[in-house]
């Protein structure tokens, strides 16, 4: 027969297990053999706590100096390696570039923001639906579908000259100069994902969707809104009434299924509207083709494959997104496109399109002053 613990030897094992694993972890947080060099760490912590919350890269500009451009940290238990150079960078990319070409799960986006719908996400995609999606979207990121677009982004640059050149020297112009840049980065973008114009969307719409790519940063950013969850995991057991990072992740997933959702309802409607073999836009001013958008294409090609699937079963089918990815891929790739432009340029209020510079770009008196032939092209169709 077995015999009973008594509460006292349970207490015990019990001390035992949690000791043991304690040791675990912070054993975990010390340098491996091998491992490029970097500043000391800290016992249970690593190098977290020389992390900066903001631009954290200007700290490991100082590294570099000190330790060398391969920069080797420790963030709790997770190894992290910076690399500095860009034949480095190249090298990584070239030769292990299914290793490291995606991004490292975040319990942030995979539990709370994405759930379900994370191996699916551009960015965290497993690499199975990575290798489907790009073969989906192939063309659009190709050279024959990037010259198809490069139409819309001249048109859409001529209308960011027309718009800063009308800008003032007041304060409420320097307010839009800003804005300019926002809503030409973010039409350019859309015309190609789904067809349509930032117009068509709606004001309350552009800002929604600007709030929800501010959000994510902030949930992405080492030391942000956001504990250490993927270190600490018990940080996340926090009641949502006590966490004001999990109430901030609830709005902040409900507006980006708000944004994607109206892209995926504009796109679809357009899709029924030309049906699957009639191209968006097939006849314009000046007898110019129409530009079919990412996501038209999506379902065009997902009611072939359903035909052909019907048509001659196989034992490997040809894939039929359903309505939920075709949404994410969209969002995922506005998003994509959008953001990190959004990023990289830095306007300054100090600049200025002086008119005879910009006019000659439309062909008229004033730049926008007639913009017949620019529809067209903003539009798709």
Sequence with gaps: MYQLLSPSSLLF????????????????????????PGPPTLLGLGNLHQLPRNKAFIRFAEWEGQYGSLLGLKVGPTN???????E????????????????PSLAVFRDYVLGEDYDHFPGFM???FRRIQHRACRHHLGPQGVAEAAPIGRAMAVQLLDALSR?????VARSKFESCFFNWNLGSTLVVVCGQSADDFGTAWREKHHAVQQGMMKLAEPG??????????????????????????????QDLYDTYGAMYTHAKQRHERFGASHPE?????????????LMK????????????????PSDIPLTVFPDSDIRLIGGGFLDAASHTTDDVHVPSPGLRIAPQHSEPCAGRDRLGSRFSWFQPLARAD
């Design 126 to 128: 497993t690499p199975e």
């Design 297 to 312: 294409k999506l379902f065009r090609d997902r009611d072939e494959n359903q035909r052909l699937n019907a048509a001659k």
């Design 224 to 253: 942000g809104a956001i504990p250490p969850i993927d270190i600490f995991p018990f940080l996340a057991w926090v009641p949502r009434s006590l966490s004001k990072w999990k109430q901030l992740v609830v709005v902040i997933r």
């Design 88 to 103: 480095e960078v190249r090298e990584l990319l070239r030769t292990r570039d299914p290793m490291y070409s995606g991004r």
């Design 13 to 36: 094992l019990a001390a035992l297990v949690l000791i043991t694993r304690v040791g675990q972890f912070i054993l975990t947080t010390h340098r491996p053999r091998g491992f490029p």
């Design 281 to 293: 836009g097939t006849t314009t001013a000046k007898n110019r083709p129409g530009y079919e958008s």
């Design 167 to 171: 800008l003032g020297e007041d304060d």
């Design 80 to 86: 992290v390696v910076v690399l500095h150079r860009a």
